[in-house]
């Protein structure tokens, strides 16, 4: 049985991917970490800070010492340490948002990148301009910031944070040819965001993809 260790900085992802996990990988074994002072961390500060990134690294090394065959990288924000930590970690580590962004930039032109937090929004859009450097191809990228987003969610008001999110997608995708949403908590709204006639990507299901991919590889 294969062991994929996924870290997580925050509460909210943890189940809807374990769903994920059953539904494509049912035969591995899932290790979870969760440290929601990680994301609290980066938000106080606008940024990840070097205290985030060590123990970042360190709950990688953990991963490794679980026996983890790979180790799943759950946040977007925090995606920058992941790509570091690589040439430090003997086990591969997938990031959720890396196929989605190659996605995105091989089959379009103009991404519009929706996020509730600017230390999200940032490094998405870092790493779609990255992937658009790997593929040799030049994208536009429209801002999708949904000022107040996050701020409504983490007060108990999801309602308003939906609102929100909807009235930002359909301002981007009146610019843009797909909407890539940035955090993998998003995911849930990818029916609602579909109204606006532009295809919708996030990220949970096509990260265990990659994961998946990565194992049958790995037993051949």
């Not at 969760?34 to 002072?37: E, Q």
């Given at each position: 049985m294969k062991t994929v260790v996924a870290i997580y900085t925050g509460q909210g992802l943890a189940e809807p991917l374990k769903e994920v996990f059953q539904s494509l990988i049912p035969d591995c074994r899932l290790v979870t970490i969760?440290?929601?002072?990680l994301i609290y961390d980066v938000v106080q500060a606008g940024e990840v800070t070097p205290a985030v990134s060590q123990r970042l690294i360190q709950y990688y090394k953990?991963?490794?010492d679980i026996g983890a065959d790979v180790i799943f990288n759950t946040c977007s924000s925090v995606g920058e340490v992941a790509d570091r930590a690589r040439d430090m970690i003997a086990v591969p580590i997938v990031k959720i948002d890396e196929d989605m962004a190659r996605e995105a930039v091989s089959q379009y032109e103009r991404i519009g990148v929706?996020?509730?937090l600017p230390t999200t929004l940032e490094p998405t859009i870092r790493l779609i301009r990255k992937q658009a450097v790997l593929l040799g191809k030049e994208v536009a990228i429209v801002d999708g910031l949904a000022v107040g987003a996050y701020d409504a969610l983490v007060s108990g008001k999801p309602q308003e944070h939906d609102r929100?999110?909807?009235e930002t997608a359909e301002r981007v995708a009146s610019e843009a040819d797909v909407l890539v949403l940035a955090q993998g908590s998003m995911a849930r709204m990818e029916e609602k965001l579909s109204k606006f006639g532009k295809p919708v990507l996030s990220s949970p299901r096509r990260g265990?993809?990659?994961i998946k991919k990565m194992l049958e590889k790995s037993q051949k």
């Open positions: 969760v440290d929601d002072s953990n991963g490794v929706l996020a509730t929100i999110l909807l265990v993809m990659a």
